[in-house]
């Protein structure tokens, strides 16, 4: 499926972004989606507001973030995600994302 | 880069813990092992790995091994690290081992370390033996190769040289004042 808008937002400090967005681009993959993403490096508090970053990685599809939070707070910081089995983890897990994605797909149908 | 080199003596610290009590590194000369971590609440590397850090006291604990963990993070830009959230993560995932503040970040600027979690691990006669991460894989506990702290312990508590005394490091950045 064509035109998603994927962005992936990151900041350096947090050294998994590239598993990360290795890990998101291998789900596009594997779902068949086109693979644009657009990567942005966030380097400011100011950035982190205008993107809506929630901490790295931050993912948006359609402008909706992955794993949204109730009382978002947007700021420079590593971002710990909730996984399925309750534990707390640098990264999200590729069920979040391709769940995420899949969802994404099902609205714009 | 960390103040310590391998074969280093451990930098002294008195510190307040979530107990209210002052906690010393003199405070334990029967150990066989301390290990000092300095961590934090925020960090989700530190989150991935707390219940590790909690199973490794428990593990160690009648081997004669202290873990002590510490928080030096800026409270003002990071109020998920200040005291009072310090004592409540405690409490909430049953720390059985000290978690001390410092508050000032004297401790941190006198041992220097990068990220949370940061492992400085100590022989019985407090001299640096293994530095670095706790394990290998942050995000799986079930997915680690290398149990790099146990496999430190192991070593310094049979009196043995650790095979892997330096690791890289993974995790959030010291939070500086």
Redesign the interface.
């Known amino acids: 499926m064509k035109g998603l808008d994927i962005r992936f937002l990151y900041s350096r400090?947090?050294?998994?972004y590239e598993e990360a967005l290795q890990r998101l681009r291998q789900v596009i993959k594997e779902e068949g989606i086109d693979p644009s993403v657009e990567v942005f490096e966030v380097e400011t508090r100011e950035q982190a507001e205008k993107l809506r970053f929630l901490g790295s990685p931050t993912i948006l599809i359609d402008g909706q973030d992955i794993d949204p939070q109730p009382n978002p707070q947007y700021a420079l910081?590593?971002?710990?995600?909730r996984l399925e089995d309750g534990?707390?983890?640098?990264?999200p897990s590729v069920e979040m994302i391709r769940g995420a994605l899949r969802s994404a797909i099902e609205k714009r149908s | 880069m960390a103040n310590l080199r391998i074969g280093d003596k451990a930098i002294p610290f008195k510190l307040l813990g979530v107990d209210d009590k002052i906690h010393s590194l003199g405070d334990y000369p029967s150990k066989n092992a301390v290990g000092v971590i300095f961590s934090c609440n925020?960090?989700?590397?530190v989150?991935?790995w707390e219940d590790r850090m909690v199973q490794i006291q428990g593990d160690y604990a009648g081997k004669g091994f202290q873990l002590i963990a510490i928080n030096s993070n800026d409270e003002t830009k990071?109020p998920d690290d200040s005291f009072p959230k310090m004592k409540e993560r405690a409490r909430e995932r049953k720390f059985n081992f000290p978690y001390l503040w410092d508050e000032t970040q004297e401790i941190a600027r006198a041992y220097s370390p990068e990220r949370t979690p940061e492992v400085f691990l100590f022989d019985k006669s407090l001299m640096l033996q293994y530095h670095g991460a706790i394990d290998d894989n942050?995000?799986d506990p079930k997915a680690v190769k290398n149990h790099y702290l146990r496999d430190a312990l192991d070593a310094v508590l049979a009196g043995k040289s650790v095979s892997m005394p330096e690791t890289r490091l993974?995790?959030?950045?010291i939070k500086w004042k």
């Open positions: 400090e947090c050294p998994s910081t590593c971002r710990a995600y534990r707390i983890s640098p990264l | 925020h960090c989700p590397y989150r991935a990071y942050y995000d993974v995790g959030c950045t």
